[in-house]
Antibody
């Protein structure tokens, strides 16, 4: 069974930085694009960022462009999200998600349990 | 950005009854539409892709339809495990976008 385990969340002050990690197992990690999707408390889902299987291509929501950086380490089967210049509105549970098809369509068949990021002074 | 609008926001249904959830896209997404179910404290669960193709293990009482800008998720006879929030997502264009969700609650 595919497993995705996020870590790195916590309380951070506005303007601060945080790096999230997502450890993947039970599938060939390098074959699949991955995304980060967040959910503010009591709100809906918001796609944040995506990265291709090779790591050559990255995509960002306008709300995080220039502040967040997605990356991956395929030999370590790990996805990352480096977050900087954090704002109160970045407070959310952050999920990593695996795409359904090895190439192409960005829909998600497996999600991690999420890690909570709270931006507050 | 393609805006996904789901309606109604909340649907009150009795067990055994039919539920019809709507998802509208601000421009055509062809059939590049997925549905997810989320229960409190859990991550989303993948239900459907290609607007109408059930994911592995999803029961036949869930069905999807539509293309272009209008989509529907139908649950033919609601079971206790179906009471949850449902999200649609378009994957036709960047940025990927989700609808605001429909909460299906017990009447």
């Amino acid at each position: 069974e595919v497993q995705l385990l996020e870590s790195g969340g916590g309380l951070v002050q506005p303007g601060g930085s945080l790096r999230l990690s997502c450890a993947a197992s039970q599938f060939t990690f390098s074959n699949y694009a991955m995304s980060w999707v967040r959910q503010a408390p009591g709100k809906g889902l918001e796609w944040v960022s995506a990265i291709s299987g090779s790591g050559d291509s990255t995509y960002y929501a306008d709300s995080v462009k220039g502040r967040f950086t997605i990356s991956r380490d395929n030999p370590k089967n790990t996805l990352y999200l480096q977050m900087s210049s954090l704002r109160a509105e970045d407070t959310a549970v952050y999920y990593c998600a695996k795409v359904f098809y090895p190439s192409g369509s960005n829909l998600f068949d497996y999600w991690g349990q999420g890690t909570l990021v709270t931006v507050s002074s | 950005e393609i805006v996904m609008t789901q309606s109604p926001a909340t649907l009150s249904v009795s067990p055994g009854e039919r539920a019809t959830l709507s998802c509208r896209a601000s421009q055509s997404v062809r059939d590049n539409l997925a549905w997810y179910q989320q229960k409190p404290g859990q991550p989303p669960k993948f239900l459907m892709y290609g607007a109408s193709i059930r994911a592995t293990g999803i029961p036949a009482r869930l069905s999807g339809s539509g293309s272009g800008t209008e989509f529907t998720l139908t649950i033919s006879s609601l079971q206790s495990e179906d009471f949850a929030v449902y999200y649609c997502q378009q994957y036709n264009n960047w940025p990927l976008t989700f609808g605001g969700g429909t909460k299906v609650e017990i009447k």
